[in-house]
C-alpha cells in the first residue's frame, strides 16, 4: 500500500497537490530508476514538508512596474494584523529552489540515495474574484521535469497561515485541536508573540507527533525583485517532532523511519495588512535512528507582480 501510494504523486502528505504531467525524456531506462529515486527520497521527507503545495494562497500585490511600499504605522510592532486581504485580478510569480542531501541507506530504504540534488520551480497565481470571505484563485507550477495543470480553487480570507511556508501537516489536525483553532482565530499579534502549535497528525501508524514554535519577529521593509514591501517577519523552530511509521505492508522498506527526529526551522516574510508572502526560507533535517540524515532546504521569492 505504501509503495503504491509513493508511485502516485507523494499522496501520503501531498493529497491536494495536482497530477503531474512528467516530460518524456531520451532515455526513458535510465530516468525511471532516477526519477524512482527522486519520488523515494521526496516522499519520506513529504512527511514533514510540502515542496510545491504550500504556496496555495500566496497572492500578488501592485503592478511590477508601480510597487509602493506599504506604510508601516507606528503602532505596526504592537498591533500586527492577520487575514488574507488581496485584490481581484493580481497575478504573481514565485521561484522556488530545493536542495536535498541525503545519507540514508539505499540497503534499508529501497531506492534511497546518498548524495545532493536540486529541484526548482516556478508557480504562478492569478486572483480571480471574490465574494467578501472566500478567493477564487488559478494556479499552475512548472518544474525542471513535470508541469502542474492550472487549477481553480476557493480560499478562504482566514487560512492565512497557509502563507506561513511550515509543513503543511502542521495544520491538518485543525479541527480536531482546539488550541491550535484558538491561536489561528486569532485577529492580531504583536511583536514577540510566540505560538506554540501543538503537532498530532496523523496516527500511531503513520503521523507526527511534537511542537512547533512561531515567533512573530517584528515589521521591516524587505525588498524584492518585484520592489519593497512592508512585511512583517514569522521565525519557526521544531521541538521534538517525532515521525511514527508502523505500516503492516512496507515493500520499501521506510518503517525504518520510524521514531525520526525532524528538525524544522525558518524565516517567513509576509506583507503587513495582506499576509501575503513575499519570500520565505526553511529547513527540514531528518535524523535516522540508525544513523542516517536527510536534509532539505528550500527557498520561495516573489520574482513578478501584476495586477490585470
Known amino acids: 500500500m505504501w509503495g503504491a501510494c509513493l508511485k502516485n504523486e507523494l499522496c501520503v502528505v501531498l493529497s491536494e497537490s495536482p497530477p503531474v504531467i512528467s516530460k518524456p525524456t531520451e532515455n526513458s531506462a535510465r530516468a525511471g530508476v532516477f526519477n524512482r529515486k527522486r519520488l523515494v ?24 512596474n508601480s510597487v509602493v511600499p506599504a506604510v508601516l504605522p507606528d503602532d505596526a510592532n504592537n498591533s500586527i494584523p492577520l487575514g488574507l486581504n488581496y485584490t481581484v485580478g493580481e497575478k504573481m510569480v514565485y521561484t522556488s529552489s530545493s536542495i536535498v542531501t541525503s545519507e540514508l541507506d539505499d540497503s534499508t530504504i529501497s531506492g534511497a540515495f546518498s548524495g545532493t540534488q536540486s529541484y526548482n520551480s516556478t508557480l ?9 470571505e472566500t478567493y477564487t484563485i488559478s494556479q499552475s507550477s512548472v518544474s525542471e521535469e513535470s508541469t502542474f495543470p492550472s487549477l481553480k480553487m476557493d480560499v478562504s480570507k482566514s487560512r492565512f497561515y497557509s502563507n506561513f511556508m511550515v509543513p503543511i501537516s502542521v495544520f491538518t489536525n485543525l479541527n480536531s485541536n482546539p488550541a491550535l483553532s484558538a491561536l489561528l482565530a486569532t485577529t492580531e499579534v504583536k511583536a514577540g508573540d510566540v505560538w506554540q502549535i501543538p503537532v498530532n497528525t496523523g496516527n500511531s501508524t503513520l503521523g507526527l507527533t511534537g511542537n512547533l514554535n512561531l515567533t512573530f519577529v517584528g515589521v521591516q521593509y524587505l525588498t524584492v525583485d518585484t520592489g ?35 528538525q524544522i526551522s525558518g524565516q517567513t516574510y509576509l506583507e503587513y495588512g ?13 535524523i535516522v535512528p540508525s544513523g542516517g540524515t536527510a536534509t532539505m532546504v528550500t527557498q520561495r521569492t516573489l520574482v513578478e507582480h501584476t495586477l490585470t
Open 228 to 262: 519593497t514591501y512592508g512585511v512583517f517577519r514569522i521565525d519557526f523552530q521544531s521541538d521534538n517532532i517525532t515521525m511514527h511509521m508502523n505500516l503492516e505492508q512496507d515493500p520499501i522498506g521506510v518503517s525504518a523511519l520510524d521514531g525520526s527526529i525532524t
Open 124 to 132: 504562478t497565481t492569478q486572483v480571480l474574484s471574490f465574494n467578501g
Open 41 to 64: 527520497l521526496l516522499a519520506i521527507l513529504a512527511v514533514v514538508v510540502v515542496i510545491l503545495v504550500t504556496a496555495v494562497l500566496l497572492f500578488p500585490r501592485n503592478s511590477v
Open 274 to 286: 495582506t499576509c501575503r508572502l513575499i519570500k520565505a526560507e526553511n529547513r527540514q533535517d531528518i
